[in-house]
């Protein structure tokens, strides 16, 4: 499930005045690989991908029978500071780059994490147009032929990730255009690429091992503001074992109820299926009580989409 990072950033960018940045309308069609690439006219933009990986080779192979796997997250983040577009300086921050990169490990118990952030410059810090090509120095996540490469050298880790599609893109909401609330104006661009198959090599403790896997890339712009009442924003991006990707998402207000919900599946091979309102129900089962804010997140959840019944449980118990 995504991690409040994202909404952490939405409620960071009431520090920008109003400004003229691109509008998300409904019936823009996306279009490839221009929309791969960044947007730098609207306010926000993240390209998000997460997934579960194993040991393919060495003793602790987590193909043998009960092994658990790893999971990871990488995560870029483009702001537009327009307060800083009046100044000619080429160190002026009219662009933000944010960054986030995590490796949950049972056999660790806890998970690693680490970030980074700097403001956009040519050659070192960019998020390009035309195609995927994001990085902060040595993070980066960029579209190489059909596919994608994440490289993450972080203090407590390292991932080296080649991500190969297998499925075609899937537009989310209505052909790419995904309301966030109840204001129509509270909508973002938003495609997926589920069913992306990793390979490459994971770096803990001073030791390279070899890894495959399964990932979902998430990428989003927008430049509307979340709902006032908004507080909390639940996801989940699910490679099904028959082939099949559900995505689907809650907002939440301050006073627990539910301020928009939508959701897509797609069967493998078919044509994708939007809900929304009641046909989207998530149940929390349990929850976990950060020791740094008091505030309860919920970690294991059952989730109803249409017919559709899903348990979801974190492979780490906190």
């Not at 810090?125 to 994001?134: I, K, L, N, P, Y």
């Not at 407590?156 to 599609?165: E, G």
């Not at 899937?170 to 509270?186: H, I, T, V, Y």
Request: contains cysteine.
């Amino acid at each position: 499930m995504r991690s409040a990072a994202g909404f952490v950033l939405f409620l960071a960018m009431l520090c920008a005045r109003a400004a003229a940045f691109d509008p998300v309308v409904p019936g823009h069609a996306l279009q490839f690989p221009r929309d791969f690439g960044a947007h730098p006219g609207h306010r926000i933009e993240w390209w998000y991908v997460t997934g579960q990986l194993v040991r393919s080779s060495g003793p602790e192979k987590s193909a043998a029978p009960g092994a658990a796997p790893l999971g990871f997250q990488v995560t870029f983040f483009r702001v537009r500071n327009p307060d800083a577009e009046r100044n000619p300086s080429a160190f002026s921050p009219r662009q933000l780059l944010f960054a986030h990169a995590a490796l949950a490990d049972p056999a660790l118990g806890h998970l690693l994490h680490d970030q980074r952030s700097a403001r956009a410059y040519d050659g070192l810090v960019e998020a390009r147009t035309g195609d995927t090509s994001v990085w902060i120095d040595d993070w980066r996540l960029v579209r190489e032929g059909d596919g994608y490469r994440a490289r993450i050298e972080a203090d407590d880790f390292a991932l080296d990730l080649s991500l190969a599609p297998t499925q075609p893109i899937l537009p989310e909401g209505d052909k790419g255009f995904s309301r966030k609330g109840p204001d129509p104006a509270q909508a973002s661009e938003y495609y997926s690429e589920p069913h992306l198959r990793v390979a490459g090599t994971v770096r803990t403790r001073g030791r390279t091992r070899e890894v495959t896997g399964l990932a979902w890339l998430d990428h989003e712009w927008s430049s509307e503001l979340l709902a006032p009442d908004a507080a909390g924003w639940d996801w989940l991006g699910a490679n099904l074992a028959d082939g099949s990707a559900l995505m689907a998402f809650r907002m939440r207000a301050k006073d627990g109820r539910v301020l928009w919900s939508q959701a897509t599946f797609r069967a493998k091979g078919g044509a994708p299926v939007s809900f929304e309102g009641g046909s989207v129900r998530f149940a929390v089962r349990r929850t976990w009580k950060s020791p740094r804010t008091g505030i309860d997140y919920p970690v294991a959840m059952e989730l109803a989409v249409g017919d559709r019944r899903c348990k979801l449980a974190p492979i780490l118990p906190h």
